[in-house]
């Protein structure tokens, strides 16, 4: 895993500096077979030194679908004089031979995936996906199955080569979480940024980590919440300690039910605990969920009913 994975940062031949001697072989011609994208640059360019590793990591990640070329203006102003350079970064790109597409100044990382990928795609070919892209699916799938210790294996190598990946890490929480590591899946989470805990990811996977410690707690109760549940239909306290304990047991949709319950007997039992329980589920669940989907417009009907 970890071989494939640091791939996709290694440029593997996909990089050279050209000079004017070089320049028509390097891009005009090479670009006959796969496209060519330029950076013109200047060791006294500030922006350059941040878009040149930034282009760099995108072209290793595209897979061989196309080259970088970079050119230093200050050591070849002639070719920098026939390609009209007035302003550094400028990057082209060429396509059998002619140039197709290009930009000038610093770009964020987003639009030049989006570049190379026009680029590509001018070119007759597509980029499919990179290493850690595939490695992310597969990450998933394995969650999907039940096959926890892969996924967290996978999400664990993918964190290592890519520490700001949220899915990923909110993969990895998760899958510490369902192995009853909540305490490292509380310090996976607590190194997300302050800014980046919003994500959908990182929300979803806090919101199951704070259920867990809740739902634990009722765990080993179900038998004798259901007894009460049964003997009083409006024991709301014990229906609501019972849905925790079913979804402690990965009952999850037994638990929506419960709450539901609770909302529509009484909403304002508890301050409202029943309906916010439900919204810490879903955003445990994640909304992708199909289940999630289906519940949200079970509460709205009964909320609007």
């Not at 878009?51 to 200050?74: F, N, S, T």
């Not at 305490?183 to 980590?209: M, N």
């Not at 955003?283 to 949200?296: E, F, I, K, Q």
Request: net charge negative; charged share 25%.
């Amino acid at each position: 895993m970890e071989a494939i994975i640091g791939q996709s940062t290694a440029s593997a031949g996909l990089t050279k500096n050209a000079t004017s001697a070089t320049f028509m072989a390097d891009v005009v011609e090479a670009s006959q077979e796969t496209p060519v994208i330029v950076d013109f640059w200047a060791p006294w360019c500030e922006p350059c030194k941040t878009l040149g590793p930034i282009i760099e990591k995108a072209v290793a990640a595209a897979g061989g679908a196309i080259k970088l070329v970079k050119v230093d203006i200050d050591e070849n102003k002639e070719i920098a004089a026939q390609m009209r350079i007035q302003s550094i970064p400028a990057v082209f790109a060429f396509v059998g031979g002619q140039p197709v597409d290009g930009f000038v100044g610093a770009q964020p990382e987003s639009e030049i995936k989006n570049f190379i990928a026009r680029v590509v795609e001018k070119a007759g070919g597509s980029i499919g996906p990179t290493p850690l892209e595939s490695a992310m699916e597969q990450a998933r799938a394995a969650e999907d199955t039940g096959d926890i210790a892969t996924a967290g294996a996978i999400y664990a190598e993918i964190v290592k080569h890519e520490p700001e990946n949220l899915p990923a890490v909110a993969g990895m929480a998760r899958a510490l979480l369902a192995q009853g590591q909540s305490d490292a899946a509380r310090e996976i989470l607590d190194t997300v940024p302050a800014d980046k805990r919003e994500d959908a990811d990182i929300k979803s996977a806090t919101a199951a980590l704070i259920l867990a410690a809740k739902a634990g707690e009722a765990a080993g109760q179900a038998a004798a919440l259901e007894a009460s549940v049964a003997a009083d239909a409006n024991d709301h306290q014990a229906r609501f300690d019972l849905a925790l304990a079913y979804y402690a047991t990965g009952r999850a949709e037994d638990a929506i039910d419960h709450l539901l319950t609770i909302v529509q007997k009484k909403r304002s039992w508890q301050d409202d605990a029943a309906r916010k329980q439900l919204i810490e589920i879903f955003d445990a669940l994640g909304a992708t969920n199909p289940l999630v989907d289906s519940s949200r417009r079970r509460l709205s009907t009964i909320l609007f009913s």
